[in-house]
């Protein structure tokens, strides 16, 4: 059974960082992306950023590019999503989630979901 667990959300000041976690445990594949995804209230769900499982190829949204740092560690199956000058406007629930190669950052393709963490930037 696949299991997707983020964790290190909270609240910051605006200009502040925050470190998600997220741990993969059940999955047999080799061939796959792991993202993080986020949705704000009232917003649709949007992909920020992903990883490829193996060779690493790295994609973000514009949204995020030059603040996030997407970066995964092979042997714990860990991907981390490193934030930083968060913005009012990156408030939302931040999700892991596993999707097929070559999803590229698409809600519509993942697979497994976490359970989100919820990131909130205020001041």
């Known amino acids: 059974q696949v299991q997707v667990v983020e964790s290190g959300g909270g609240l910051v000041q605006p200009g502040g960082s925050l470190r998600l976690s997220c741990v993969v445990s059940g999955f047999t594949s080799d061939d796959y992306e792991i993202g993080w995804f986020r949705q704000a209230p009232g917003k649709e769900r949007e992909g920020i950023s992903c990883i490829h499982s193996t060779d690493g190829t790295l994609n973000y949204a514009e949204s995020v590019k030059g603040r996030f740092t997407i970066s995964r560690d092979r042997p714990n199956n860990a991907v981390y999503l490193q934030m930083n000058s968060l913005k009012p406007e990156d408030t939302a629930v931040y999700y892991c989630?596993?999707?097929?190669?070559?999803?590229?950052?698409?809600?519509?393709?993942?697979?497994?979901w976490g359970q989100g963490t919820q990131v909130t930037v205020s001041s």
């Open positions: 989630a596993v999707s097929r190669a070559g999803a590229t950052r698409l809600v519509s393709g993942v697979n497994h």
